[in-house]
T-cell receptor
């Protein structure tokens, strides 16, 4: 069993829909990261969080440390949100990555 | 600021050839990492460095070597390329301090290098 599990693996949504991507982990962490990777592109950091909730524009990330679970929400989704979203957990200075959720938003 | 710069973006190698992937960061980060990304798999750590002159193996170090002579540069050397090394390689950097500042640990990635070994 992977130490970081994401669901769903693939997701297709219509423009404007509310989207949720989930991440569960089985190890102790100091922080959890959400990353975005566009097709053929690099990887950018969206959020780093160790408790509670963070919001940036239409993106919201939450984490429940006790349940070892995090969610990434996208409100009012747009085709430009189409990308792979990667959850990563960090202990001290090493990161463990999930396999990613491939999101496609249709116009 | 350029952030993390990787070169080359694409490369095709023949089996047995060697090459170096270059990585430079201008954020004065102490930690640097090399990952490989294979289809359907999470990023796997090849090597990492906690500062100039200090490197250590990650999960999948076989067939690779690194050096860290300066804070900025962390090249990855592939010796005797094999088809199993066909992958996308990412260099990343981060800053950690033992003072426990909350903003440390954000990860910055290069654009990736797509390597094919034929």
């Amino acid at each position: 069993k992977n130490e970081v599990e994401q669901s769903p693996q693939n997701l297709t949504a219509q423009e404007g829909e509310f989207i949720t991507i989930n991440c569960s982990y089985s190890v102790g962490i100091s922080a959890l990261h959400w990353l975005q990777q566009h097709p053929g592109g690099g990887i950018v950091s969206l959020f780093m969080l160790s408790s509670g909730k963070k919001k940036h524009g239409r993106l919201i990330a939450t984490i429940n440390i006790q349940e070892k679970h995090s969610s990434l929400h996208i409100t009012a989704s747009h085709p430009r949100d189409s990308a792979v979203y990667i959850c990563a957990v960090r202990g001290t200075y090493k990161y463990i990555f999930g396999t990613g959720t491939r999101l496609k938003v249709l116009a | 600021n350029a952030g993390v710069t990787q070169t080359p973006k694409f490369r095709i190698l023949k089996i047995g050839q060697s090459m170096t992937l270059q990585c430079t960061q201008d954020m004065n980060h102490n930690y640097m990492y090399w990952y490989r990304q294979d289809p359907g798999m999470g990023l796997k750590l090849i090597y990492y460095s906690v500062g100039a002159g200090i490197t250590d193996k990650g999960e999948v170090p076989n067939g690779y070597n690194v050096s860290r002579s300066t804070t900025e540069d962390f090249p990855l050397r592939l010796e005797l390329a094999a088809p199993s090394q066909t992958s996308v390689y990412f260099c990343a950097s981060s800053y950690f301090t033992d003072r426990g500042y909350l903003n440390t640990g954000e990860l910055f990635f290069g654009e990736g290098s797509r390597l094919t070994v034929l």
